[in-house]
Structure formats: C-alpha cells, structure tokens
C-alpha cells in the first residue's frame, strides 16, 4: 500500500486540543478526511472544510484506509478498537491502525495481536509537544509496531510532526512516551519551584526566565510554559487529568518491571491535590499554583 493524499482515505478519532489541529494538518494535505466525534457541533469546523462525519467508530473504520485516534484514556482506546463495534472488528483487510492516545503499553501489545488475526496493521504512536507541538506540526512522535507498517504510514507521521522515531516493536512507543512523562513530571516541579521561588525572593520572574531557560537549567517546559505560569495563563495545553493518567500509567508499567521512581510518585501526588481541588481541566502549568498559594 502507498499512502499518499487523495489516494488514501484517512480516519480521526479524537478531535480534541490537540487531535483538532493534527487532523487539520492530514485535511490540508489533501488526504480524504473522515472523523467521529460524539456530536457532529464537535467537528464543525473540518466539516465546513469537506471532512466526512461520522456517528459510530464502527462506520468511520469501514470506510478508512487508515485509521488513527487520539482519545482519553486507555479504556477509551480499549472500547474503540477491541469493542464489538469497534475498528478492529470493522477495519476492512490490509487497513492500518495508529492510536496516538498515550495508553499502555500492555494494552498496545494487545491490540497490535488482534490486529494481525484481522489481516490489520496496528501501530502505537504516541506524542509529544502539547497543543503548540500540534498546531504547528512540530509533533515528536514515538512509534511502535512492525518496522514496515511504520515506513509505510511515514509521510503521515511527516504532516503531524518533525522528530519521528520508530522505537521497536508493538508498546515500545508507549514505553517511550512513559520515559517522556517521567522526564516531564521532575522537570514540572523544577520550573515551577524555581519560578515560585523568584516571585517569592522579590525577583521579576520574566527576567529571571531570560538568564535561565538558555543554560543549563533549559527544558520545553521552561521554556513554553514558562511564560504561561508568569502570565496567570492556565489554559490546557495538556490536562491536568491526563497527565495523572499518564503518570498512572507510568508508575503502574515501572512497578511491573522493579523500578522505582520516586519523583514520579511525588509529581503524581501533587497534581492529584490539584484534581481535588477541581484542576482536572486546567493545563499542566497550574502546578504552578501549587507553590505560590497552596503550599503557603
């Protein structure tokens, strides 16, 4: 199969923050566009620009080529893909399957085994980047699956992103992308602390920010929400729910292997004080909040 605009007919499901501009990226394209969304208001906006919509995952799988979602949570991609009326069981012969939800690895091993015995090709993808990363197709992209599926989907992947990897066999992109949200969840408290801690000693923080997201001390998180934390911006990026869904994820997949990750264990715990103070759907940045009133 070659996989080339208006020769291929793409599915998205999962049009959210970051889905939304993604799709829009594969539209642009040309690649024949068709979504599902819970309601069609949801999809609008592709709909306006000739994107299909669709009231089922089951009737977008039947119609697509190549299928890719991006939803919530991994009993979110277990339902569409393993359900009764889900892709695997709806997909026609030889379609490719890519979930870029950040799930679990377990459960992307799974699914690329029930693909195989439907004649399927399942890929697991997760990113990178957040809602900047996706309106711009700056995506970092983290494959896993068969190594040939991957070089047959690439110039997908090239419209949504710019460091694509193919990490190794099917859960080896989720595992990566667990290695990416451990990383993030240490780096979050570092910015935010260090942040608080120059609002705290008088300091402007935008100056500060200047001096130190060039040195050692720079990250994407510094960098991008950074800004975001001095402004009082805590629009989601990225949500908070999900990120301690990742970090479920995360700790859960370490626990399995004996490892321990203490710092993911204490980020993890901090955002779920945050959930319970009704954060769930403000952007990771809110952490800092954490440190310049709750913590007093």
């Given amino acids: ?8 007919t793409v599915g998205f499901i999962g049009t959210g923050v970051m889905g939304k501009s993604m799709a829009g990226h594969l539209q642009k394209a040309g690649y024949p566009l068709h979504v599902y969304t819970r309601t069609a208001a949801k999809a609008e906006e592709l709909i306006k620009q000739g994107t299909t919509w669709h009231e089922s995952p089951a009737s977008l799988a039947a119609a697509c080529e190549v299928i890719i979602t991006m939803v919530g949570y991994p009993k979110d991609v277990e339902e569409i893909y393993l359900g009764e009326n889900g892709i695997i069981a709806n997909a026609p012969s030889g379609a490719y399957l890519i979930d870029m939800t950040t799930s679990s ?21 997760p990113v990178s980047g957040g809602d900047i990363g996706a309106k711009n197709a700056k995506l970092s992209i983290m494959v896993g699956g068969e190594k040939a599926d991957y070089e047959t989907v690439s110039p997908i992947f090239g419209l949504m992103g710019e460091n694509i990897v193919y990490q190794g066999s099917a859960g080896a992109g989720q595992h990566t992308k667990m290695c990416n949200q451990i990383a993030i969840a240490s780096n979050m408290m570092g910015v935010c602390e260090a942040l608080a801690y120059a609002k705290t000693s008088g300091l402007d923080p935008e100056t500060v920010l200047k001096s130190i997201e060039t040195g050692a001390a720079g990250s994407w998180s510094l960098s991008n929400l950074g800004p975001r934390m001095i402004a009082g911006d ?16 995360a700790l859960s997949s370490a626990e399995e292997m004996g490892l ?34 709750f913590s007093n």
Avoid: C, N, W
């Fill in 1 to 8: 199969m070659i996989v080339s605009p208006k020769q291929t």
């Fill in 105 to 125: 690895p377990q459960l992307a091993a799974r699914i690329h085994e029930e693909a195989l015995k439907s004649g399927l090709h399942a890929l697991d993808a």
């Fill in 234 to 249: 805590y629009e989601p990026g990225f949500f908070v729910k999900h990120f301690i869904k990742d970090m479920g994820i």
């Fill in 260 to 293: 321990q990750t203490p710092g993911l264990a204490l980020a993890k715990s901090l955002y779920e004080e945050l959930s319970d103070l009704g954060y769930d759907d403000k952007g990771t940045q809110i952490l800092y909040q954490y440190y310049m009133k």
